[in-house]
């Protein structure tokens, strides 16, 4: 059962008239189940997710420095095998992945660079392996492939 509210009774009392005027009050308006809530716009929180091209050319620069004395000490722990050709641009291709994917800055390029030259690498030795190397024309100063 209802009651009526003290405020009321006391300008009322209990009467036929405070049930009219109690019944008849205005509700307070509720918000519908409908509507999403709007959310404030943050601003200044962007992130450009790409690489610095110069970080990337020093990153480049580093890793062609380092690139065959870690691929020589690779060839010498991996046993040989049919693996052993393909183990140095394995582990160093896993290796600059984690570091493009995980990596910040600096060393996201340096994993990028990795990645390319190791990518390449297996492409150009695969298809090597398939058309035989006399179709081949490399002109690497280095010997990497």
Same mark, same amino acid.
């Given at each position: 059962m209802m009651k009526l509210p003290k405020s009321i009774i006391s300008k009322y009392g209990i009467t036929k008239k405070a049930w009219s005027v109690f019944r $008849? #009050?205005?509700?307070?308006?509720? !918000? *519908?189940?409908?509507?999403?809530?709007? $959310? #404030?716009?943050?601003?200044?929180? !962007? *992130?450009?997710?790409?690489?610095?091209?110069?970080?990337?050319?020093?990153?480049?620069?580093?890793?062609?420095?380092?690139?065959?004395?870690?691929?020589?000490?690779?060839?010498?722990v991996v046993p040989s095998g049919t693996l052993s050709g393909y183990a140095d641009e394995a582990i160093l291709g896993v290796t600059g992945y984690f570091l493009a994917k995980k990596g910040k800055g600096f060393m996201k390029a340096l994993g990028m660079s990795a990645l390319v030259v190791e990518s390449a690498s297996v492409g150009h030795q695969v298809t090597a392996g398939y058309l035989g190397t006399s179709t081949m024309n490399t002109s690497s100063a280095t010997g990497w492939y």
């Open positions: $008849h #009050r205005k509700t307070t308006k509720t !918000r *519908s189940v409908n509507t999403m809530p709007r $959310h #404030r716009r943050r601003f200044g929180h !962007r *992130s450009s997710g790409g690489v610095n091209p110069m970080n990337m050319v020093l990153a480049s620069a580093l890793y062609g420095a380092i690139r065959q004395p870690i691929g020589n000490m690779i060839q010498g």
